[in-house]
């Protein structure tokens, strides 16, 4: 089945404790996305790829780090979490980054973080 | 710069009732238009888009919506809807050409309550 599947779907963590959740996409994607989704603002990105080895920042990309070693995978990575960071989190892929294609998205499940 | 405005953030209605939920966006260049849903603990799916052409775009679940740009509107209908219709429901907009090309902003959200 094409999917995005994301781990943890739900964390609960500390201040300060590093932690990363992985997004995988078996579709042969170029473009992938992290998304956070906060009650009243819809969804903000966060960084995106391209393609392998080719990020950018989105819109909040403060505190977050990415990495695309792989096609499939797109890691998103929280080195020193703060309770601003409790938020629901959706990784998106699409096949091609360019022109329309590049917003028909196929999102996973979400991943909910709660910092304490 | 683009933006999206949903005039609703939460919409009740009846089952079998008509609904339209209303979006307007703001771009300095073209746009390609979206719809998603996201049903209660899931992810995003989208719904349908509107990419050239006719102005009516018609979608899956019996969803349409209707493009139009001197009013920059692109509102969602559904004739009759049904318990299942129950759902967040986000539009988006890209703008293509310029420095927005490819960037999909998403709007804030309206949940749609369908009742018995």
């Known amino acids: 089945e094409a999917q995005v599947t994301q781990n943890p779907r739900y964390l609960i963590t500390v201040t300060g404790k590093k932690l990363t959740v992985t997004c995988s996409q078996n579709m042969n994607h170029e473009y992938m996305s992290w998304y956070r989704q906060d009650p009243g603002l819809g969804l903000r990105q966060i960084y995106y790829s391209m393609n392998v080895e080719v990020t950018d920042k989105g819109d909040v990309p403060e505190g977050y780090k990415v990495s695309r070693k792989e096609k499939r995978n797109f890691p998103l990575i929280l080195e020193s979490p703060s309770p601003n960071q409790t938020s629901l989190y959706f990784c998106?892929?699409?096949?091609?980054?360019?022109?329309?294609?590049?917003?028909?998205?196929?999102f996973g499940a979400g991943s909910r973080l709660t910092v304490l | 710069a683009q933006s999206v405005t949903q005039l609703d953030s939460q919409v009740p209605v009846f089952e079998e009732a008509p609904v339209e939920l209303r979006c307007n966006y703001s771009?300095?260049?073209?746009?390609?238009l979206f719809w998603y849903v996201q049903y209660p603990n899931q992810g995003l799916q989208l719904l349908l888009k509107y990419l050239s052409g006719s102005t009516l775009v018609k979608g899956i679940n019996g969803f349409e919506a209707e493009f139009n740009k001197s009013q920059t509107s692109f509102h969602l209908r559904k004739p009759s809807v049904h318990i299942s219709d129950t759902a967040e429901y986000f539009c988006a907009v890209s703008g293509h050409g310029g420095t927005s090309y490819g960037k999909l902003t998403f709007g804030q959200g309206t949940i749609l309550t369908v009742h018995p």
């Open positions: 998106a892929s699409s096949l091609t980054p360019q022109g329309y294609g590049a917003n028909v998205l196929t």
């Open positions: 771009s300095s260049v073209s746009v390609y």
